[in-house]
């Protein structure tokens, strides 16, 4: 079955940690996502990237890294910058630019600082 | 600014008891609206795209409408596994998505 994979789906950090959250897909999207979800609030946007080796910051990106040097995968990396990084983390993808371009989403890691 | 807006956010119905789910919007260039689902713990699952006014879709007990300046979600005689949180969004021109805050459902046997 095509869909999206992150890993891991709970991780905990100590203070002055990076992380990093792995999200694989098997749809042959273009486009991956990552979003931030809070109680109470909206999903934020992190970082998107349109192609290989290509990516954007999105509302709220200081204190994360992104790469794309595999079509199928887009990790994400939550430095000491941020400041709270306690949330719901959300990788996504679409077909691309064109088309419905529905977001297709993975199960979600929850990440909690100590 | 661009805004997306979803009210009430949270609703307790009867099974059986219909109702709606409203998400307003202000956005330049939309080019989509779209509805997801979201149960506890879990991402968000795809429901339904709308992307001119008029335009209306249905999956079983849902049917999502839009307008110029905002959607509903109807649903018709809940069960209680239709539970869940309920998330809007719009797709404006440079592939940027917008989401509202969401609506938290409960369908009570």
């Known amino acids: 079955d095509g869909g999206i994979t992150q890993s891991p789906k709970y991780l905990f950090r100590k203070e002055g940690q990076n992380v990093t959250l792995s999200c694989e897909q098997n749809l042959n999207h273009d486009a991956m996502y990552w979003y931030r979800q809070d109680p109470g609030q909206g999903l934020r946007l992190i970082y998107y990237?349109?192609?290989?080796?290509?990516?954007q910051k999105g509302d709220i990106a200081e204190g994360y890294s992104v790469s794309r040097e595999k079509k199928e995968s887009f990790p994400l990396t939550v430095t000491s910058a941020q400041k709270n990084p306690t949330a719901f983390y959300l990788c996504?993808?679409?077909?691309?630019?064109?088309?419905?371009?529905?977001?297709?989403f993975g199960a979600g890691s929850r990440l909690t600082v100590l | 600014e661009d805004q997306v807006t979803q009210s009430p956010e949270a609703l307790r119905l009867q099974e059986g008891e219909s109702s709606s789910l409203n998400c307003s919007y202000t956005v330049s260039g939309l080019r989509g609206l779209f509805w997801y689902r979201q149960d506890p713990g879990k991402g968000p699952e795809f429901l339904f795209t709308l992307y001119s006014a008029g335009e209306e879709k249905e999956k079983e007990r849902l049917k999502a409408t839009l307008t110029k300046k905002e959607s509903f979600l109807h649903i018709t005689a809940p069960k209680p596994e239709d539970s869940a949180t309920y998330l809007c969004a719009v797709r404006r021109t440079g592939n940027q998505f917008y989401f509202g805050t969401g609506t938290s459902l409960t369908v009570i046997p």
């Open positions: 990237s349109q192609i290989v080796n290509d990516f």
């Open positions: 996504a993808s679409s077909i691309g630019l064109t088309g419905a371009n529905v977001l297709t």
